[in-house]
């Protein structure tokens, strides 16, 4: 067990490290092994399966029904990331420049939302949306539209709905890194001529940029990986690969396809964040 | 003089920008307006969300009624509770490790961790799904405690083990120098120096747990729903009265336990 090098596994090592060890091993690595095994897998009867080295269940993606998904979720999951940004840096820059009392109640308000459930977040959409709803009687009232109009079950709505549930993941980060900054290298820009749209773009902007990094990757990931919204608000036109997968496995019994779906789903995630903070992170802290 | 200065301009806010101020409360507006709108309709005694039938606090009584929704919700009492205990005291341990010693295999470690907070939780869901299939775990509560244990591990283990590169060692020094053994060390000296983050831990992992649906979807089974799987198949067809009252609850309650919180929280740091 002892391993050299001055970098040994002490017992007392062993024994803080051993329950991490055997939980995550059993119950998150293994089944993650399990998945890339199914996904080379031949499906059986009732999610019975068969293992080997079979492609089929990747090449099937290349079928353009499933790469719209994948590439509709793709989409939802990046239009939500910047709409999170757009609408929360603002949020967020306000609040970090309160007074310390105003700064506390502030970022509670957009917390309470978040801690209340997420389902009940997006079932507000739900009855907003439906039917003949608050939404459509507001479009009438405000002479939009003549008539109720179908709101839910639309791209729309499926955007909308994704926008409220991550918002607040978004802005706590913002906050976060926004609420440290050094209001002095804001005042000193300001000194030395620069206009405010300067300041901000040149001194704030970059400075809160791992704060910016983390809230998209916070959005991004559930955004890509979600269900329930789409599940919920939308419509057959906005399947999404978490309803794809979860089809595969629930309905379809489809477990082969199902895992292979869930790899690429990982794969393609993994490979966008990287490219996203490679790109993003080191150029604009070099700026900065 | 910059510290004087930067100060000042921090407490009294620059002039508000108009347009700012204006977003602000349009942002707060969106936040809080789907969520009136529920508490608004939970009185309404139409059954419909489409009109108002007068008011009426009968889902509130059909919601005290309703076993589904009674049962689901000490279900997840038990699950958060459970899971929340045993991921503490595991991510704790994995954080004092991680935080303390050198070893190899250590950004293994890391990267799973991190690996752990990232995964898409549909990935997660599916996959403990699979497993517990395949090793004949039969689907319930047990499974859902296990798989909550398993997503909340990495969040005690982030949050406690910032606390512990942040200690100072020569307390824990002097503990044993007088002649206090490792574990006599642990119990009376790091523990209480890092309690505060253990809590903030194991709040998150509660919070994290009460309000998981994706992967509990997917590990529960039939005949053991938490609350948010309730209240996802009562709404899976569209608006429903009862939620709407249910929604009204949780939400006052979450401001309540907040702002009970927040108070006791800004006294602790003035005092």
Redesign the interface.
Same mark, same amino acid.
């Given at each position: 067990m002892a391993?050299d090098?001055g970098?040994?596994?002490?017992p007392?090592?062993a024994?803080?490290?051993s329950?991490?060890t055997f939980?995550?091993g059993l119950?998150?690595?293994?089944?993650?092994l399990?998945?890339v095994a199914?996904s080379f897998g031949t499906a059986g009867v009732y999610?019975g399966m068969k293992l080997g080295f079979n492609t089929n269940n990747y090449a099937q993606i290349a079928d353009p029904l499933y790469l719209k998904i994948l590439f509709r979720t793709l989409v939802i999951a990046v239009l939500t990331t910047l709409l999170c940004l757009v609408?929360g840096y603002?949020?967020a820059?306000?609040i970090a420049?309160?007074?310390?009392k105003?700064r506390?109640?502030l970022i509670?308000?957009?917390?309470?939302?978040f801690?209340?459930?997420?389902?009940?977040?997006v079932?507000?959409?739900?009855?907003?949306l439906?039917?003949?709803?608050?939404a459509n009687h507001a479009l009438q009232f405000l002479g939009i539209t003549n008539g109720p109009v179908n709101l839910i079950f639309t791209p729309k709505a499926v955007l909308m709905g994704m926008v409220?549930s991550y918002?607040p993941f978004m802005v706590l980060p913002l906050y976060a890194s926004l609420e440290s900054f050094?209001?002095?290298l804001k005042?000193?820009s300001q000194d030395l001529g620069a206009n405010r749209w300067h300041t901000f773009w040149r001194v704030t902007f970059p400075l809160s940029m791992p704060g910016v990094i983390a809230g998209s990757?916070l959005v991004f990931?559930?955004a890509?990986?979600e269900?329930?919204v789409p599940?919920?608000l939308g419509g057959a036109k906005t399947t999404m690969?978490?309803n794809l997968?979860?089809q595969q496995?629930l309905d379809a019994r489809n477990?082969a396809f199902?895992?292979a779906l869930?790899m690429i789903?990982?794969v393609v995630?993994l490979v966008a964040?990287i490219f996203y903070v490679r790109r993003v992170g080191t150029d604009k802290l070099e700026v900065g | 003089m910059?510290?004087k200065?930067?100060s000042i301009?921090?407490?009294?806010?620059?002039v508000p920008d108009r347009a700012?101020?204006a977003?602000?409360g349009l942002?707060?507006l969106?936040?809080?307006a789907?969520?009136a709108?529920?508490m608004f309709?939970s009185f309404n005694s139409a059954k419909s969300?489409?009109f108002w039938g007068g008011f009426s606090t009968r889902w509130y009584s059909a919601l005290l009624m309703d076993q589904d929704i009674l049962h689901a919700f000490y279900r997840s009492l038990i699950v958060g509770v459970v899971s929340t205990i045993i991921a503490t005291?595991?991510?704790t341990?994995?954080a004092?490790?991680l935080a303390r010693?050198?070893?190899?295999g250590k950004s293994f470690?890391d990267s799973?961790?991190y690996a752990?907070t990232?995964?898409?939780?549909?990935?997660?869901g599916?996959?403990?799904?699979?497993?517990f299939?395949?090793v004949h775990v039969p689907l319930g509560l047990t499974t859902i405690i296990?798989?909550h244990?398993?997503f909340n591990?990495p969040f005690v283990?982030i949050v406690v083990r910032s606390r512990v590169v942040g200690l100072d060692r020569s307390l824990e020094e002097a503990a044993q120098d007088l002649g206090a053994g490792?574990i006599s060390t642990f119990l009376r000296v790091t523990l209480p120096l890092i309690f505060p983050a253990v809590i903030a831990g194991a709040l998150l992992a509660f919070?994290l747990s009460f309000?998981d649906?994706?992967i509990t979807f997917?590990v529960a089974g039939v005949g053991s729903n938490t609350?948010?799987l309730e +209240?996802?198949s009562m !709404?899976?067809l569209? &608006?429903s009265p009862v939620?709407?009252a249910l929604?009204t609850v +949780?939400?006052i309650a !979450?401001?309540v336990v &907040?702002f009970v919180g927040?108070r006791i929280f800004?006294r602790k740091e003035r005092a």
């Open positions: 391993k090098k970098k040994g596994w002490s007392g090592l024994g803080l490290l329950p991490v939980w995550l119950f998150f690595l293994a089944p993650l399990l998945i199914y999610g609408l603002p949020l820059y306000f420049f309160r007074s310390r105003w506390n109640n509670l308000l957009v917390m309470i939302p801690w209340s459930s997420l389902i009940i977040r079932y507000a959409w739900v009855v907003i439906s039917g003949n709803g608050i409220y918002l050094d209001v002095s005042e000193a990757i990931i559930p890509a990986g269900f329930v599940q919920l690969m978490g997968i979860q496995f477990w199902g895992s869930s789903l990982a995630l964040i | 910059s510290i200065s930067s301009s921090r407490s009294l806010g620059r700012l101020f977003l602000v942002l707060y969106f936040l809080y789907p969520i709108v529920l309709f969300t489409e005291a595991i991510g341990l994995a004092l490790a010693y050198r070893f190899r470690y799973t961790i752990d990232v995964m898409p939780e549909i990935v997660v599916i996959s403990l799904l699979a497993f299939v395949a296990i798989a244990v398993a591990i283990t490792p919070t309000d649906f994706v997917f609350l948010p +209240i996802y !709404v899976k569209g &608006v939620v709407n929604s +949780i939400i !979450v401001m &907040v927040s800004m």
